[in-house]
Every structure is written in C-alpha cells, then in structure tokens.
C-alpha cells in the first residue's frame, strides 16, 4: 500500500513546545495523512524519544526523514576535504540508527553537494559513489533502505535526474539504496513526469509531490493531476508518497492546502 504522509520542512525543534508540536501532528492527521516527513538534525536526534509518544498519540507514523540540513553543515558527500566526507558518512550512519525504530527511510539529495563542492562531476561523483557505498553497507547490516533524491541542478551539481540516479544506484551495487522522485525537481529535469516513475519499476520507494513553483497545490501547472499523473502516484505503491511545499509558511495551511 501507499503511505500518504506531509513533509514538514522546519526541523522538529524550530516546531515550538511539545503542546505545539501536538497540535501541528493532529491536524495533518485530520487533514487525512497517516504520517509526516522530517527534516532531521543533530538537535532533532534528542527528541527522538518524546516523538515517538506525540506521534503514536496522534495516530501518524513517522514515514521518511530528509538529511539535507546537514549540507549546512559542511558535510558533503563529493567534498575535497576528507574529513568532511568521513563526517558526512558517519552523519548519515547515525540517522539511519535514529529512523531505524520508526521505520522510516532516509532522503539523501543536498548532501551530494554542488559544483562549488567539486567542480569535476566524474570526481565528484566517484566520492559520492564511494561514501554511499559505505552508508549502503550500514544500512544492509541493519535492514533498513534510504533512497537517493534527484535534486535540480541549481541546487546539486550531480546526479540530477532519475536516470542518472539510478545509474548511479547500479554503480554503488548496494541493494539497500533505493531511487525516489520529486516532481519540483522533474519538473526542472525530466521531458515527462511519467516515463521515470515507469522506469524505476518496483525500485521506486519514495515520492515527493510537489507544485512545480512549490506554492499552494493548483498554483502552478502540476496540479490538478492529469489522469497520469494520478496513475504514476500508485504505480509507486510500494513505497511512500509524501505532499510537500518548499515555500515557508505554517505547516498547517500547507497540509490542508495539499490534502485538498
């Protein structure tokens, strides 16, 4: 089945007091989704416990955690400096252990890093494909998956479309590395909103839905779904399909606004 879920994009500390945190989880639960999409951080490791409680207590599962903060950080996946390579494999190993309990399956796309990072992408991709290898491995050993984001590239310098991230899946060879879509990103990259989801097949894990200007659903030229759109969104059944807007306002308008 389909896991229907809202991305928050505020990190779960930037959410406010456990009251408030409460509140913005009842109400994506009754705008109709059975779960939420984090965007973790170091702070947000601390309150993995206590999320666990306000999520079973208003009925939504924890289904997916993005990484991208840690880019923030300096810690990149194609960078020059291995140092901050080593910490951003070790960052990744320890969300892995942090969604581990809830099931959840992690979103590896800004931490790949941009042109500014590396400025040869066969190189930088070599070190992607290297330090991905080892998080696959990890997360092997602990039966969990993560999925690799196509980013647009004003945002990642590499691996920025479905194609080239599943090439980039077939080259790592870690069968726990998954690939996903965001149609924000398609909608930058891609000819067709369709043929990739067609392409990945069953490996497909994870969908992001999205507006193609990341405003209100229905603002852009995405939404209303054509008829196969609605087809391609449960041809990823298997995996789980997250709403999501990249503009900043409330979660809460921006989950009412995407469950209608």
Avoid at 72 to 89: F, K, Q, T, Y
Avoid at 91 to 117: H, K, N, Q, S, W
Avoid at 222 to 249: D, K, M, N, V
Wanted: with cysteine; proline share 6%; hydrophobic share 40%.
């Amino acid at each position: 089945m389909t896991h229907y879920s809202f991305l928050i994009l505020q990190p779960l500390p930037e959410l406010g007091d456990p009251d408030d945190i409460r509140r913005q989880f009842d109400f994506i639960r009754d705008c109709g989704y059975g779960g939420v999409e984090l965007n973790l951080t170091l702070a947000s490791l601390k309150l993995m416990a206590p999320l666990e409680q306000w999520l079973t207590e208003s009925g939504l599962a924890l289904t997916s955690c993005c990484t991208g903060e840690a880019y923030g950080e300096g810690l990149c996946l194609s960078s020059p400096n291995p140092a901050a390579r080593r910490d951003a494999v070790r960052r990744l190993i320890e969300y892995l252990d942090a969604a581990r309990p809830f099931r959840a399956i992690l979103v590896v796309g800004l931490m790949l890093g941009t042109l500014r990072d590396e400025p040869n992408p066969e190189v930088a991709q070599g070190r992607i494909a290297e330090c991905l290898r080892e998080v696959g491995a990890a997360a092997e050993a602990r039966g969990a998956e993560f999925v690799i984001e196509p980013v647009n590239h004003l945002q990642v310098g590499f691996v920025n479309t479905v194609d080239e991230v599943r090439r980039l899946i077939r080259a790592i060879g870690s069968p726990a590395i998954k690939p996903m879509v965001d149609t924000v990103h398609m909608n930058i990259e891609e000819r067709s909103l369709t043929q990739p989801i067609y392409d990945c097949g069953a490996e497909l894990r994870h969908v992001h839905l999205c507006e193609s200007n990341g405003g209100l659903f229905g603002t852009g030229h995405i939404y209303p779904l054509s008829p196969g759109c609605r087809e391609w969104c449960h041809a990823g059944a298997y995996g789980r399909l997250c709403a999501e807007r990249t503009s900043q306002t409330g979660s809460c308008s921006q989950a009412a606004s995407a469950s209608e």
